[in-house]
């Protein structure tokens, strides 16, 4: 979910307040095409797609097709009930499902988060069905995106994966109008359920059990075999701000590791395949990449309130960063949300990184994911939390990390793809998404992957305006859709069509439009790396599910060390640091030249040793095997380490004893070592 970035003084308040012509259906009988339905409500939406949805999977067994890899098809279930007006579905019919919230009534004025985040000017009609006047609209925040008859456009259109976030904000929830309780989890648990019955309402409508287009799976294969059948294979996904419970409030956790595991198994029994551990707020698991400007003055206000704390921000280590926080004035609206006397940071440009990264609760959570072959959201993480999650998956050499919407510094995007990830972008203007993509098509070319598009429906980002009827790359109605295969028409739902030359991406029916709209952007390159989306992100999802952690030869192994740190109180011995507790460590005597040695039992093949340092790192050290504990050879150095989670990768030797040399400490401390880990490769 990704909250409008570029309103004004309005937007920030909103942000705070978080930071279809009737259609008579096909005759039903025999000879019914298994892509129509049989039963559709005579008052609903058209699709204005005809032709034969693409199936089946080439001479090497891919599957063709675009992945949606960030969309909430159940936001209106989140946020205390009444962020997002309208519904996915109804099984009382359209004229239900796409009505606006009662609050809107009867001119608007009362529509508060509508209003503020400019999509009305104060003021718009609030029927929808069946003259949607006002209503969806790229610009409009709070209004249903998502019909399902708009998503089986999208379908019909090509697209083959679609990764449905499980969203809400408790704090936003707490400040809003709403009709039911502001508990994270329990909107989760909710949204899931409407996802599921929004399957089963789709099925009916095509004949039965099973024959909907709409197909949720749980494992990469159903996921696959749905694609191959030409349907819409649906992964459950979560974003929230604090998952089991997880906040923190004056940098005390609230949530414990017995929290995180019975919300993990929670989740993957739900079907959830992939989440995000943190989402616009610092929680008890990680810190986030923050937002800018006037929209940041507002996040961290509401960060405040939710946590008792401000951003902390330090000055970056490496070339990436997160989001400048910025200086701009807290709008009155929100500021007189804080206690008096309390006031907004200051903040140095020099200081664009978040200070928190990864926790402890937050590594356990990753873990965790990893331990269940779940797939680990990194955008929205602070650098310096992406940087430590980055390392754990490294070093587990574990392929399932995702970045679905733009929301993650491209300075880590080499890493998420040679780890076997995979990315979707922000549903950006066609020609800032093509260009985008020219980008980073080297990269994609280097690890052979396709790409996805994260529509964020739903989501508070805002969407891709109108270009107009005249403009070089206006869509010229009717179209073939980008495999060739359908033809595409205006969108036309009760008394409205919407065209993209006029109305742009005003709800997720409208996608095959924005990708013609690519293609004359000059983007054909582009559309053809999103038809191979689908596969690249089903290949993500296998290596994931198929991954077993390789074994840790040095894990309770004899270990000795040159010096150890005296302490009368806890013990920094040599062994602290193969005892599979990262709480404990190994501390050298305060001088540079120190070693910590570990003893494998036998002649072993050594290919990679993984170190995760305290903060008394070794600026230069070196990895060194014997077979004798006497002779030794380096395999592997460094003069530039930077702490943190190392991965030592050097080419496999056989080796009884595997010696980590410190040359030069970066601290005026000794080298101190949490973990230790040796691996085969």
Request: charged content about 25%; aromatic content about 10%.
């Amino acid at each position: 979910m990704t909250l409008l970035r570029r309103r004004g003084l309005f937007a920030a308040v909103i942000t705070l307040l978080l930071a279809f012509t009737v259609g008579s259906p096909p005759a039903a009988g025999a000879d019914t095409p298994w892509w129509e339905p049989t039963a559709r409500p005579a008052a609903d939406s058209q699709i204005n797609v005809t032709g034969e949805p693409f199936n089946g999977t080439d001479s090497e067994g891919r599957v063709r097709g675009f992945v949606d890899g960030h969309n909430h098809l159940m936001s209106n279930e989140g946020f205390g009930g009444r962020i997002i007006c309208g519904k996915a579905f109804s099984t009382e019919g359209v004229a239900d499902a796409l009505k606006d919230c009662p609050e809107h009534y009867p001119d608007g004025s009362l529509a508060l988060f509508e209003n503020v985040t400019g999509g009305a000017d104060g003021h718009h009609d609030p029927v929808g069905w069946p003259t949607f006047k006002d209503w969806p609209a790229h610009n409009s925040l709070s209004h249903q995106q998502n019909y399902y008859a708009w998503l089986e456009r999208a379908w019909r259109g090509g697209q083959r994966i679609l990764v449905n976030d499980l969203v809400t904000n408790g704090l936003l929830c707490s400040i809003y109008v709403r009709d039911r309780g502001c508990d994270e989890m329990d909107a989760i648990r909710l949204e899931a359920r409407k996802t599921y019955e929004m399957q089963d309402y789709i099925d009916k409508i095509y004949g039965g059990k099973g024959k909907g287009f709409f197909r949720i799976v749980t494992d990469s294969s159903q996921a696959r075999q749905v694609a191959a059948e030409g349907k819409l294979a649906v992964v459950l996904g979560v974003e929230t701000s604090e998952p089991f419970g997880c906040k923190q409030i004056l940098d005390v956790a609230q949530c414990g590791k017995d929290d995180i595991d019975r919300g993990l198994d929670e989740l993957y029994k739900l079907g959830v395949r992939s989440m995000f551990l943190c989402h616009k707020f610092d929680n008890a698991l990680c810190g986030v990449r923050m937002d800018s400007g006037t929209i940041g003055t507002a996040v961290n206000i509401g960060q405040f309130l939710s946590t008792g704390t401000f951003w902390r921000t330090e000055k970056c280590s490496g070339p990436q960063h997160d989001n400048p926080s910025g200086n701009a004035a807290a709008p009155a609206e929100v500021s007189k949300l804080l206690p008096a006397g309390t006031k907004v940071p200051t903040y140095d440009s020099d200081a664009q990184c978040n200070t928190r990264g990864l926790t402890r609760l937050g590594e356990y959570a990753v873990k965790g994911m990893m331990k269940r072959n779940m797939m680990l959201e990194v955008d929205h993480m602070s650098v310096k939390a992406a940087d430590r999650a980055l390392d754990m998956l490294e070093s587990a050499d574990y392929p399932g990390v995702l970045s679905s919407h733009s929301w993650m510094d491209d300075g880590w995007l080499e890493r998420v793809y040679r780890l076997g990830g995979f990315k979707s972008s922000y549903m950006s203007s066609a020609d800032s998404f093509a260009k985008e993509s020219a980008g980073t098509k080297p990269l994609r070319e280097k690890y052979g992957v396709g790409l996805g598009y994260g529509t964020d429906m739903n989501g508070v980002g805002g969407w891709p305006g109108p270009e107009g009827p005249d403009a070089p790359n206006a869509v010229k109605y009717p179209f073939r859709s980008a495999d060739g295969g359908s033809v595409v028409d205006r969108q036309r739902t009760g008394d409205r069509t919407w065209d993209f030359n006029t109305d742009g991406a005003a709800h997720v029916g409208m996608v095959p439009d924005w990708i013609e709209q690519m293609r004359l952007s000059g983007g054909k390159d582009t559309v053809r790396d999103l038809l191979g989306g689908a596969e690249s992100y089903l290949r993500t999802w296998k290596a994931t599910e198929r991954h077993k952690p390789a074994p840790d030869l040095a894990a309770g192994a004899p270990a000795d060390a040159s010096s150890t740190e005296w302490n009368p109180f806890t013990s920094y011995a040599a062994g602290k640091a193969v005892d599979g507790d990262t709480g404990t460590r190994w501390a050298s005597g305060w001088s540079d030249d120190q070693w910590l040695r570990l003893d494998l039992g036998g002649s072993r093949t050594v290919g990679k040793v993984s170190l995760d340092w305290e903060k008394a790192y070794a600026r230069g050290y070196r990895i060194e095997v014997s077979q004798d504990g006497t002779t030794w050879r380096s395999v592997w150095s460094t003069d530039v380490g930077n702490g943190g989670l190392d991965n030592a990768v050097f080419s496999p030797v056989q080796a009884r004893y595997v010696r980590v040399h410190g040359v030069k400490r970066a601290t005026k401390y000794g080298y101190s070592i949490n973990e230790a880990a040796v691996y085969g490769r």
